[in-house]
Nanobody
Framework: QVQLVESGGGLVQAGGSLRLSCAAS??????MGWYRQAPGKQRELVAYISSGGSTNYGDSVKGRFTIFRDNAKNTVYLQMNSLKPEDTAVYYCTLVDTIARYWGQGTQVTVSS
């Protein structure tokens, strides 16, 4: 059974930085990433990374966010720099393997202006 445990959300001022982490158990070869959902909006892709290190980013975060992973720990990280108020959302970790897609419980990121 796959479990995802997220951490690192919080409140930060515009221009600041945060790092999210998501530790996975129960799956080894997979794609891991982050989506986010702001109030009244659809869930959108932030970034994802494969086991081999290939990455993809949503247009709104390119150049500001970096996703990386530690395969030995089966953990994915999202380094968020130059944060903007419009980055405020609940961030969800996701994992996709050959069986299914799984979601974390979500962590709140709030960026004040």
């Amino acid at each position: 059974q796959v479990q995802l445990v997220e951490s690192g959300g919080g409140l930060v001022q515009a221009g600041g930085s945060l790092r999210l982490s998501c530790a996975a158990s129960g799956s080894i070869f997979n794609v891991m990433g982050w989506y986010r959902q702001a109030p009244g909006k659809q869930r959108e892709l932030v970034a994802y990374i494969s086991s081999g290190g290939s990455t993809n980013y949503g247009d709104s975060v390119k150049g500001r966010f970096t996703i990386f992973r530690d395969n030995a720990k089966n953990t994915v990280y999202l380094q968020m720099n130059s944060l903007k108020p419009e980055d405020t959302a609940v961030y969800y970790c996701t994992l996709v393997d050959t069986i299914a897609r799984y979601w974390g419980q979500g962590t709140q990121v709030t960026v004040s202006s």
